[in-house]
């Protein structure tokens, strides 16, 4: 996806929601009438990103993503929230069958769409460095041949210092920047991409943010996208762990007025220069029509109350697994270690 600001061409900007069927949405993002087996693809043309939160409560069919594949532009991109089971556990280093369940459950048919894989923990769990090293051997390159990147959404603020900062860059993982009052908040670059989740969309503001701060994030998407970090966001560090480069920015407007996020994403967009691809989306030959996505957003303090949507899974359960997950053999060895 290309956007454009102050003449400029980025081609490594990605901004969306998180899910696409949200009632709210409907006669309001979503024109009237329009079946709901058609809003994702009517979403995907209105905006460049999804973040789907379904995986985080349970399995999702290999065919679902291969329809949401289908259902959607060239140039679309998915984040995936990857499962609770291994992320909400008093020992992160024993979640392997819950992380090789999620990663080969059937995410490598998004293809070349899959965005990066999102591991959100729980406000309670705190920094144990071993522990969350040996987590963090746990997570694969790549799955059928499908490279994986991923993101650490830490909700303690034990997690803001140095070490953990030194342990996400040497796994080259990516730290949730969120704005919500609720969390850690600190934009350290641990990556080679950027990731932000906005919680802060005001009901009573048409956009969900006001125009200045429509404006201040898509100067801080440009900045970061041109290699530079913003000078008005909280950090840790009090320089940058290296030499910035250009990086790839994904941005989802998640929580907060939920009712909001699609507004917010498209006045966001716009100001980077980008409009949707079409008014109403050409209907596109797929299989199946694109499943329903359940996108609410669920705290994690309560994840084991919630009821798994759409494909009613509520403990885990093997799918039927394709090629294993692969790592490096240098992980292999660590992990072995481990």
Known sequence: MAVRKQGKSFGNVHIGIGGWNFAPWRDNFYPAGLPQARELEYASRHLTAIEINSTYHGTQKRTSFA???????????????????ATNRRILAEGADSIHRFIDS????????LGPVVWQFA????????????????????????????????RHASFMCDEYLKLARKFKAATVFTD?????????????????????????????????????????????????????????????????????????????????????????????????????????????????EGSAEAP????????????????????????????TAAKKATRAAA
């Not at 051997?137 to 830490?154: F, K």
């Not at 084991?304 to 039927?320: I, L, M, Q």
Request: hydrophobic share 40%; glycine share 4%.
């Open 67 to 85: 329809n949401w594949r289908d259902a959607t532009p060239d140039d679309f991109v998915f984040a995936v929230k990857a499962s609770r089971f």
């Open 106 to 113: 059937g995410i490598a048919e998004l293809r070349h769409k």
């Open 123 to 154: 406000p309670t769990k705190q920094f144990v460095p071993d522990d969350f090293e040996a987590f963090l051997n746990l997570l694969p390159d790549a799955v059928e041949g499908v490279s994986l990147r991923h993101v650490l959404e830490v």
């Open 180 to 292: 919500s009052p609720k969390f850690p908040s600190f934009a350290d670059l641990t990556a080679d991409f950027v990731y932000a989740r906005l919680m802060n969309a005001q009901e009573k503001l048409a956009t969900g943010y006001a125009p200045k701060d429509l404006d201040q994030w898509a100067g801080r998407v440009a900045s970061w996208a041109e290699g530079k970090a913003p000078d008005d966001l909280p950090v840790v560090e009090d320089k940058p762990g290296a030499k910035l480069k250009p990086k790839t920015v994904y941005l989802f407007f998640i929580n907060g007025a939920k009712e909001r996020a699609p507004s917010a994403a498209g006045a966001l967009l716009e100001r980077l220069g980008w409009t949707p691809t079409e008014e109403v989306p050409v209907k596109v030959a797929v299989s199946k029509p694109a499943a329903v």
């Open 300 to 327: 994690a303090t309560k994840a084991r109350a919630t009821k798994a949507p759409a494909n009613k899974a509520s403990v885990e359960k093997p799918p039927a697994r394709k090629t294993p997950a692969k790592k």
